[in-house]
């Protein structure tokens, strides 16, 4: 019974892992919530996905929507309040005022969905080295099994 819970929980992981390296190929980029300013919508630890916007514009953003942008080298994800035609306003659910206006070339795109706490298993890489190194030992272990018997 072990085994078959131990054989799903790294099933879930790699499938994890696998379709979040894959939908980067598409232009949706991970982040990892790092403060509790859009909480309770976002909490820290989220993990977010972003789907990259290579003209971001007026036409292209609406207010209400949650965008990543970087604002002095960093990335924040904040809530559209206002927009003109070439600066837009943020604001972080959980902040009491608006941020500083952003010129369209800052952000870098549209939050898609959330996993909760799904930062933890990227931020937490020893788990994805131990998985890893696990599935190799069983694999060693199941051959060097074989090749015993297969002596006798």
Do not use: C
């Not at 499938?15 to 919508?41: H, Q």
């Not at 898609?112 to 990227?122: K, M, S």
């Not at 696990?134 to 199941?142: E, F, N, T």
């Amino acid at each position: 019974m072990l085994k078959k819970i131990e054989g799903i929980i790294i099933i879930i992981l790699m499938l994890f892992l696998f379709t979040t390296l894959l939908i980067r190929l598409i232009g949706v980029k991970t982040y990892v919530v790092e403060s509790d300013s859009m909480a309770p919508s976002y909490r820290l630890n989220d993990l977010v996905y972003i789907n990259t916007l290579r003209k971001p514009s007026s036409e292209t953003l609406h207010i209400g929507d949650i965008v990543a942008f970087n604002q002095n080298s960093k990335l924040v994800m904040h809530r559209v309040v206002e927009l003109s035609d070439t600066k837009l306003i943020t604001k972080g659910d959980n902040n009491e005022v608006n941020d500083p206006a952003i010129y369209y070339n800052q952000v870098q795109g549209k939050v898609v969905f959330r996993i909760p706490f799904g930062g933890y298993i990227l931020n937490i890489y020893v788990w994805i080295i131990l998985v890893g190194l696990y599935i190799a030992s069983q694999i060693s272990y199941k051959i060097f099994k074989e090749l015993k018997e297969g002596r006798s």
